[in-house]
């Protein structure tokens, strides 16, 4: 049985606090042949440090640039012939990868594996980050299946449908997943799937939580009036209408 290699991409910028989590879950997964790939968008903190002693290959960015830039990056200088996109702020199930690769070899057609979130959050700080952990949690059970978008935490993607699809759109620093779940969605099955888990370092106060809503929202009204259906998965009908609150 062969394994083909797999990157795990990991844009980061100051998560120093979850870094090496993020990187060790990532070195000890089951699946057997794994490269771990950190992106540094230019940190302020000892981030890039923390994830070389960890065991992964850190390269720069050379000019703070955004998550979009840093993954393409990533991908660029990667050998895999499957792409993991793993959120600095997130530690996988140690079966997670093998998970992703099992089923985007499943003959289903999937273009794209979507992890999701466990209830619980990597690092306990607050109540808030209990609430936002589940909230979260229980946003991804209701959106398991094919969507028409894509949860960048974790994502599996084959080399060829992304060199087919293209990188992520630099220019866009905070909408850059719903862009990308558009261009993905029109051509391959994208699976949110509760079968690939990790834990996600959750925002801890309510000024960080409100600060980030409002701002992501901001930017993806834009997206949700342009298109003629909503998305699915995130992009439901309730969310779509307190993102035009907010």
Same mark, same amino acid.
């Given at each position: 049985?062969?394994?083909?290699?797999?990157?795990?991409?990991?844009? /980061?910028?100051?998560?120093?606090?979850s870094?090496?989590?993020? #990187?060790?879950?990532a070195l000890?997964?089951?699946?057997?042949?794994?490269?771990?790939?950190? !992106?540094?968008?230019?940190?302020?903190?000892?981030?890039?440090?923390v994830?070389?002693?960890?065991?992964a290959?850190?390269? %720069?960015?050379?000019?703070? %640039?955004?998550?979009?830039?840093?993954?393409?990056?990533g991908?660029?200088? %990667?050998?895999?012939?499957i792409?993991?996109?793993?959120? %600095?702020d997130?530690?996988?199930?140690?079966?997670? #990868?093998?998970?992703? !690769?099992?089923?985007?070899?499943?003959?289903?057609?999937?273009?794209a594996?979507?992890?999701?979130?466990?209830?619980?959050?990597?690092?306990?700080?607050?109540?808030?980050?209990?609430?936002?952990?589940?909230?979260?949690?229980?946003?991804?059970?209701k959106?398991?299946? !094919?969507?028409?978008?894509?949860?960048?935490?974790?994502?599996?993607?084959?080399r060829?449908?992304?060199?087919e699809?293209?990188?992520? /759109?630099?220019?866009?620093?905070?909408?850059?997943?719903?862009?990308?779940?558009?261009?993905?969605?029109?051509?391959?099955?994208?699976?949110s799937?509760?079968?690939?888990?990790?834990?996600?370092d959750?925002?801890d106060?309510?000024?960080?939580?409100?600060?980030k809503?409002?701002?992501?929202?901001?930017?993806? #009204?834009?997206?949700?009036?342009?298109?003629?259906?909503?998305?699915?998965?995130?992009?439901?009908?309730?969310?779509?209408?307190?993102?035009?609150?907010?």
């Amino acid at each position: 049985m062969t394994f083909p290699l797999v990157s795990v991409i990991v844009p /980061n910028y100051n998560y120093g606090r979850s870094i090496g989590l993020c #990187v060790e879950a990532a070195l000890n997964q089951t699946y057997p042949n794994i490269e771990v790939v950190v !992106v540094d968008d230019c940190s302020t903190d000892d981030s890039a440090a923390v994830a070389a002693a960890a065991g992964a290959r850190v390269v %720069s960015t050379g000019v703070n %640039s955004g998550v979009a830039v840093a993954r393409n990056l990533g991908a660029e200088l %990667s050998s895999g012939e499957i792409l993991v996109f793993l959120d %600095s702020d997130v530690a996988m199930h140690p079966d997670a #990868v093998a998970r992703s !690769v099992e089923l985007l070899g499943s003959g289903q057609g999937y273009g794209a594996i979507c992890g999701t979130y466990e209830p619980e959050p990597l690092i306990r700080d607050s109540l808030i980050e209990e609430y936002r952990s589940l909230q979260q949690y229980y946003l991804l059970l209701k959106s398991e299946g !094919v969507i028409d978008t894509v949860h960048t935490a974790i994502l599996a993607i084959p080399r060829q449908v992304f060199d087919e699809v293209g990188p992520f /759109n630099p220019v866009l620093r905070h909408t850059e997943d719903q862009d990308y779940g558009r261009r993905i969605s029109e051509r391959y099955k994208v699976l949110s799937s509760l079968e690939v888990l990790g834990r996600h370092d959750h925002d801890d106060t309510v000024r960080i939580v409100l600060d980030k809503v409002f701002a992501r929202a901001r930017l993806a #009204v834009p997206l949700i009036l342009s298109r003629r259906a909503l998305q699915g998965g995130f992009v439901t009908g309730p969310r779509a209408g307190a993102s035009l609150a907010a």
